[in-house]
Structure formats: structure tokens, C-alpha cells
């Protein structure tokens, strides 16, 4: 007879079920080792499964790991907004009643903040992810564009090709964005070769007249062939738009918050019929973006003990 664990369904960056992305969430990991993580992950078949265990760094509240069908991702927002939303629900790590919570939380890419406005029902959760750092491209690789059917004609003149955790491309009209097919075959041999994770592509039109920009997000090397709604990417590019959008005179919708933050929202998952938004904000000074974090809600589909 083996161990009886709770797993939980949770759709992020949505507050509808059956929206947003979908991620699976063990609240408590505690004796699982990595391969057997990675089982969970693969038979779960979502993009990401996220596993909360005890930390083993100090100053850490809990540890994070997260894992797509075939490898560990040392960074996943949607999973982590899944996964608080999950905590928040059952009442763990102090969350029992509403109110504001702050976690140091143990990660791959570092000891990164989560905060938690847990409300009546529901829970927004705001993940603090490293600032990113670019390296800007004279254009995208010739292997990419060709998996990806895209032209140089395709891509926005005023936007630059940049690498940082994934690819970003910048693509002129969303219609264009909304027709791409990759080849994926051709895109995960792409990606192996230039030792990329995933390739974020966006541009600044948009279908609601609030939203900074619209991405669409492959990853088939990591077992993803298009993630509905990638926190990880969105909170870079709102770093990107501000860094090379707002310079160039590309007009873009934001909001400023009441501690001075500044917000843009994302658009991700609409082509999927996965519709979510990713609140990306930013703490800038004299210029320069000095935090990054994303904020979004989930809902939990299911609930269930998976025997391992």
C-alpha cells in the first residue's frame, strides 16, 4: 500500500474554471524525491506541476520545485500562483484565515518573495521574480523563424529580438501572431541546438484596449508544445516593454499603482480558448527597473489523493 498525497487542479491567471493555465499542485511534497516528481509531473500530462517542501536554505519559509511532463523548470510563475492559491485554500503555512501573508519561498533561480491577499473565496498572489537581464540580437535565428513560419517582414521594426531566460520576438499585428503554426519537430530541434527553454513571442496590439501586450508562448523541448498562459515570460516582457517600447515611442497602456509601482497587463492563452491576464509590475527608480513581480488569481478545478 503506498502513500496517499493531496493533488489539486488549479487553473492560474484566471478566476473562471476551465480558463487561464493549467497547473497540477502537491501542497505537501515532503518525501518525494526528484524522480518521482518527475512521474507525478509526466502522468499529469499539464505544462507545469508544482511540489511545496520543506526548505532546506536558510531564511526560506517553504521550497518550490517545478517540473513540466519531461525535465525540472528552474522558474514557473503560473505553477506558483496555482500553488499558493492552493495553500491559501487549505488553510497551510498560516493562511487560515484572510488576510495578507509574505513567504520567502526556496527556488532554483533563488530565494524569491510571494505575497497573498487571501479574501473571501478567492486569493490574489503576487510573485517576485529576478529582474532579467537581456542580451539584444541583430535578429532571431534563422532555425526559429523557419519553425516558426515567420518572415523578418513579420516582426515589429521598433522592438529589438532579445534573449534572456527564453527568445523573445517581437511580432508586428496580432492577426499575424494569431495565424502562426509552428512546426514543432522543427522548433524543438531549434531550441536544443541553441540551448533554448521556450520562445516568447509578442506584440503590442492587443484585444482589450487596457492590455500592454499579447504573447504566445513554445516550449516543445521541455515538453510543452504552447503554454496557454506563461507567467515566467510575461514578467519579463513587461521589463522588455519598458526597457525598448516606452524609449522608442511605442505607446503602451500601464497604470500606476498606489505605492508607485508601475503595471502593465499581459494577454496570453485567447488563440487556446484558455483566456488569462497577468498583472506584470514594476518598481522603477531614476530610469532603471529594480523589481519585477506578477499578480493574478486561480481557481481550483479538482481535488483528489493521488497513491504513490
Known amino acids: 500500500m ?3 498525497i493531496l493533488l489539486k487542479h488549479v487553473n492560474a491567471f484566471t478566476s473562471e474554471p476551465f480558463f487561464g493555465n493549467p497547473a497540477g499542485v502537491v501542497p505537501d511534497a515532503k518525501g518525494l524525491n526528484e524522480p518521482k ?13 508544482a511540489f511545496v517542501l520543506p526548505p532546506s536554505q ?28 492552493a495553500l491559501a485554500e487549505e488553510g497551510m503555512f498560516g493562511m487560515k484565515g484572510n488576510g495578507w501573508f509574505t513567504f520567502r519561498v526556496q527556488t532554483k533561480s533563488g530565494l524569491l518573495r510571494v505575497d497573498v491577499n487571501k479574501r473571501a473565496g478567492s486569493a490574489v498572489v503576487e510573485f517576485h521574480l529576478p529582474v532579467p537581464k537581456f542580451t539584444i540580437l541583430k535578429t532571431a535565428p534563422s532555425l526559429v523563424m ?3 513560419g515567420l ?3 513579420d516582426l515589429h521594426r521598433k522592438l529589438p529580438v532579445a534573449r534572456g531566460n527564453y527568445l523573445y520576438i517581437p511580432v508586428a499585428r496580432i492577426s499575424r501572431l494569431r495565424r502562426i503554426q509552428p512546426d514543432m ?4 530541434r531549434a531550441c536544443r541546438s541553441l540551448r533554448l527553454i521556450g520562445v516568447s513571442l509578442v506584440t503590442t496590439q492587443t484585444l482589450e484596449e487596457s492590455s500592454a501586450f499579447h504573447s504566445r508562448f513554445f516550449a516543445p523541448a521541455a515538453g ?7 507567467g515566467s515570460a510575461n514578467g519579463p516582457l513587461g521589463v522588455y516593454l519598458y526597457r525598448y517600447a516606452l524609449s522608442n515611442n511605442v505607446v503602451i497602456p500601464s497604470f500606476w499603482l498606489e505605492d508607485a509601482r508601475l503595471e502593465f497587463v499581459g494577454e496570453q492563452g485567447d488563440f487556446l480558448g484558455r483566456r ?3 498583472k506584470v509590475r514594476l518598481k522603477v527608480k531614476k530610469g532603471n527597473v529594480e523589481a519585477v513581480s506578477i499578480a493574478g488569481e486561480a481557481v481550483t478545478i479538482f481535488s483528489t489523493e493521488l497513491l504513490v
Open 185 to 188: 519537430n522543427a522548433l524543438d
Open 276 to 278: 488569462g491576464r497577468v
Open 58 to 85: 536558510r531564511g526560506a519559509d517553504l521550497q518550490l520545485r517545478w517540473f513540466s511532463p519531461s525535465m525540472e523548470i528552474p522558474l514557473c510563475g503560473h505553477a506558483t500562483i496555482g500553488a499558493f492559491h
Open 224 to 230: 510543452i508544445p504552447e503554454d496557454p498562459v506563461t
Open 146 to 148: 523557419k519553425s516558426l
Open 2 to 4: 503506498g502513500r496517499k
Open 37 to 49: 516528481m518527475q512521474l507525478i509531473a509526466r502522468e499529469l500530462a499539464m505544462p507545469e506541476t
Open 151 to 153: 518572415h523578418r517582414s
